[in-house]
């Protein structure tokens, strides 16, 4: 059995992508990512596994079928659960689709929904509802809005303490989800 402690970062990048050009680090999506690594090397107290560290390096120029998909696949499999940032900047790409769709739908792996545009609680839910606006954004990224209803899924404002909150909650990890469904920090 795979001990599952990595977190998956899915994010949207324009294709094809190399993080080692000069424009990778304009690409929006991929700047908060880095922020949780650069977070984690910083901070002790803060919990981020990253599972794409783990294993081969994944190149847009490979093979999507041969070698990217099944190295995507390979990382899913060994997280505890899936850090979804989810902008205003978000493309419905096919990697993204690729690494949702598996990661729930597959995988059954809980997600943290972590949304850059928004800083505070009130932002992503009013009245104990998630308001408009975060609903708006999953049109963004069908498979997602469609699938979700299948694990427990965390919305949250792109804020370090309230990230940390939901890295430690085991209700948002693989062996100790809670039931199927959408939350949120009140």
Not at 29 to 39: K, R, T, V
Not at 131 to 146: A, E, G, S
Not at 161 to 184: H, P, Q, T, V
Request: net charge neutral; charged share 30%; proline share 4%.
């Amino acid at each position: 059995m795979t001990y599952r402690n990595g977190n998956y970062t899915a994010f949207y990048v324009d294709e094809p992508f190399d993080q080692n050009h000069k424009n990778a680090n304009t690409t929006e999506d991929f700047c908060y990512y880095h922020l949780f690594q650069a977070w984690e090397a910083k901070d002790d107290d803060f919990h981020f596994i990253d599972s794409h560290n783990k294993n081969y390096d994944v190149r847009d120029g490979s093979d999507w079928e041969k070698t990217l998909k099944p190295r995507l696949h390979e990382r899913l499999r060994n997280s505890k659960n899936i850090i979804l940032i989810l902008s205003s900047s978000t493309k419905n790409s096919k990697a993204l689709r690729e690494e949702i769709d598996y990661g729930i739908n597959t995988c059954e792996l809980p997600i943290i929904v972590i949304y850059p545009d928004y800083n505070e609680k009130s932002d992503i839910a009013k009245d104990g509802k998630i308001t408009q606006k975060i609903k708006n954004l999953w049109d963004k990224l069908p498979i997602f809005r469609d699938s979700k209803k299948n694990v427990p899924v965390i919305h949250i404002p792109y804020k370090k303490e309230i990230i940390k909150k939901a890295l430690d909650s085991k209700n948002y990890m693989i062996n100790s989800k809670r039931e199927a469904g959408d939350y949120f920090y009140s």
